[in-house]
């Protein structure tokens, strides 16, 4: 990157000065126009702090074209009039800057602000939309504040956008157009079944979709209205309310809505309330907005050339950023899928350094026409495994070179499947029969003690074990044939593996690692068949009825327990997994089931989060999960409007957050454990709950 740079922000020299503007320039026109800007929005941030700090110094050299002062950096323009300036934003990048600013204001104002209005700060793009007498009959870009870009042959897909407001009123609707989370991963579906290359990120593609015409798809988009011209002498928070109420789409609905305060102290602490929510919002924000709330405060405050006075930006760290795709690893999971793994330049997204995305498949490598040395969008939200999105093809040399895809299994040498998208090892599970052998005796599956990864490579290597079923044939003598096995370890895990044979069929069944499963599917599967034998004789259309499981997954699942059988006739023979549990149909939906009656968490979505303490702290998650289900609850990940209670650990975070904001009951470890005391398992249970 660029070397012009001190630790204030100030430029060094002349010529760099002159370099940033043209990078910054250069990178507007990409950011406002389809949004593949070569920039990452910390990167481009910094540098125009930068130009903007030489400029105070050297106010004789400032370039006329320096972004500093302009909407969109002056680097686009736009066609059709704005009936009133269309302007950005200011930004502001810690606690400090913010009460600078505000402090400010009230200068300006000779009082306090009246009141303070906090929103998020929506990751898209800024558009117009006209109403005439309460019908929409044209949208704009926002453009250089003065003139946008006509767009309105794109309104049918912007959800959220009414075609008809509830009042036949004129007015001009003001907000921001974007892709949701789930609107990004569905356009990306539709676009490489296309065959066109997939977005590189969300804004990237609200802002292509926005201005495409004439695609033989569609890709729908979502509309968060958050000002209005004609709507007068209205406070910001009365304003969003009338919006609403005219059939506009608002972030009120949302976790981040929209809320009122009196003071900066009570303003900062909802900023960081709505930072923690980031992960689970189900749009991308890269910061928070805080606006003076009165009409009164706004008119005296007064706007200036590109911003208005009265709000301010408060930008988060990004969560895209811009590295280099250094190389390719082909890795073999325990089931034999071949997985790509990208290699990068190290790179800091969200406080993490990232040097390792995953690529999906190699279909998916194709289609995103990616090479070696690519410049590349790299994202991560929350604790979700870093993915890169997209090449820049604009930023290419000519010294990229192909990805090399292997002829045979990296880790055999044997032939690879390459029938499906994910390709994979003719040998299945035996190329990596030691990986299965440690995943099955994992705590959350058979938990045999003593099997980890040194002893799962002896007994493999020594010829003894191929598959779990062999575990249970393993003898005394055999073990103690093995280097630093003595008699004491041998006869532990010969108990441990007898202990193991009786284990609850769910965690059999999780021991097999079947694709598309883990510990609380293999629950809901256990529970609603009731035996290995009604699951062998399953079809597919059978395994959808189980809650979760969609055609897609119970095809896979299916397959699955075909190519299984050899292994399940040998673990029925050794009598593994031929414990009956009652049948007990899960709801479906997210509800909870009539099934579930009895138990002190009847009727309860429970989600855990946190550290757990006292009786619980030494239950992993899923034993967690699992004794929520045998005390009558269901177990979720996730906090919504379905979930009935939280169990809120040490650091809880922003899942605490969400259940204060939606009004969920949160009870602490020790509170939760005398609930359900009567279903905690004692101390001689070593396996925990099944």
């Known amino acids: 990157m660029m070397t012009f740079m001190t630790e204030n922000s100030a430029l060094l020299f002349p010529a760099a000065y002159v370099e ?119 949208i704009l870009t926002r453009g250089d504040g003065l003139a946008g870009e006509d767009i309105t042959h794109a309104a049918d897909a912007v959800l959220g956008l009414p075609p008809v407001l509830t009042r036949p009123i004129d007015v001009e609707l003001r907000g921001e157009v974007l892709l949701t989370t789930a609107q990004f991963e569905e356009a990306n579906r539709i676009r490489l079944a296309h065959e066109a290359t997939p977005f590189a990120h969300p804004r990237s593609g609200a802002a292509g979709t926005l201005r495409a015409k004439g695609r033989p798809y569609r890709i729908e988009l979502t509309f968060f209205a958050y000002g209005a011209i004609g709507l007068d002498d209205l406070g910001h928070l009365a304003l969003l309310e009338n919006l609403a109420a005219l059939g506009a789409n608002t972030a009120a609905g949302t976790a981040a809505a929209p809320m009122r305060f009196e003071t900066v102290e009570q303003v900062r602490e909802r900023i960081d309330v709505i930072a923690g929510l980031r992960a689970d919002l189900p749009f991308g924000i890269d910061g928070v907005v805080v606006k003076a709330d ?127 998208q994910r390709w994979r090892c003719v040998r299945g599970r035996s190329c990596q029969a030691v990986a299965s052998v440690i995943y099955a005796a994992g705590r959350d599956q058979l938990d045999i003690e003593g099997l980890g990864g040194t002893r799962a490579i002896q007994l493999v290597e020594a010829g003894l ?162 004794l929520i289900e045998r005390a009558g609850g269901k177990s979720s990940s996730s906090v919504s409007k379905r979930t009935t209670l939280l169990v809120a650990g040490e650091k809880a975070g922003s899942k605490r957050t969400k259940a204060e904001e939606l009004g969920v009951r949160i009870l602490d470890p020790e509170e939760f454990s005398v609930l359900i005391s009567d279903f905690l398992p004692t101390t001689e249970d070593s396996s925990g709950p099944s």
Not at 32 to 59: C, F, K, N, S, V
Not at 369 to 375: A, P, S, T, V, Y
Not at 535 to 559: H, N, S, Y
């Open 20 to 138: 940033a503007v043209t990078t910054v320039v250069a990178a507007s026109a990409a950011y406002y126009g389809d949004g593949t800007t070569p920039l990452g929005d910390d990167e481009y941030d910094g540098l125009l702090r930068a130009i903007a700090a030489y400029e105070e110094g050297h106010p004789d050299e400032v370039l006329a074209e320096s972004p500093t002062g302009k909407v969109a950096g002056g680097a686009v323009q736009g066609d059709v009039p704005h009936s009133v300036p269309m302007l950005s934003l200011d930004n502001v990048f810690d606690a400090d800057e913010l009460a600078e600013w505000a402090a400010g204001l009230e200068r300006r104002l000779g009082r306090p602000v009246a009141g303070w209005c906090v929103e998020p700060k929506l990751d898209g793009l800024a558009v117009a939309a006209r109403y005439r007498g309460g019908r929409l009959v044209q």
């Open 294 to 420: 009165t009409a009164e405060d706004q008119r005296q405050a007064g706007n200036g050339s590109r911003a208005p006075r009265w709000a301010v930006a408060r930008k988060l760290a990004a969560e895209h950023k811009v590295t280099r795709l250094l190389a390719v690893e082909w890795n073999v999971g325990r089931t034999g899928i071949i997985a790509p793994r990208a290699v990068l330049e190290p790179v800091v997204i969200d406080g993490v350094t990232v040097t390792y995305a995953t690529l999906h498949n190699p279909s998916d490598i194709t289609r995103r026409g990616l090479m070696i040395g690519d410049q590349v969008f790299v994202y991560r939200a929350g604790d979700v495994i870093p993915r890169v999105e997209a090449p820049l093809l604009d930023q290419r040399t000519g010294a990229e070179s192909p990805i090399v895809f292997p002829e045979a299994c990296p880790r055999c040498g044997d032939a690879i499947d390459t029938c499906e």
């Open 465 to 626: 074990v191929k598959d779990i079923a062999d575990l249970f044939t393993l003898t005394r003598e055999q073990l103690l044939g093995l280097e630093r096995m003595g008699e004491t370890s041998a006869a532990n895990l010969l108990a441990a593996i007898e202990t193991a044979r009786g284990a609850a069929l769910s965690r059999v069944f999780c021991a097999l690692g079947v694709r598309g499963t883990g510990r609380t599917m293999s629950r809901r599967i256990a529970a609603y068949f009731g035996s290995m034998a009604a699951i062998r004789a399953a079809d597919a259309d059978t395994l959808a009825g189980v809650d979760g499981i969609g055609t897609e997954k119970a095809r896979v699942i299916a397959a699955e327990l075909v190519e299984l059988a050899p292994l399940l006739e040998k673990l029925q023979a050794q009598q593994v997994g031929v414990q009956v549990t009652e049948p007990q149909k899960p709801a479906t939906d997210g509800e909870v089931g009539e099934d579930s009656a009895g138990g002190p968490l009847a009727g309860q979505a429970v989600v855990v989060t946190g550290s757990m303490t006292g009786p619980l702290a030494a239950l992993s998650r899923n034993e967690m999960n699992e």
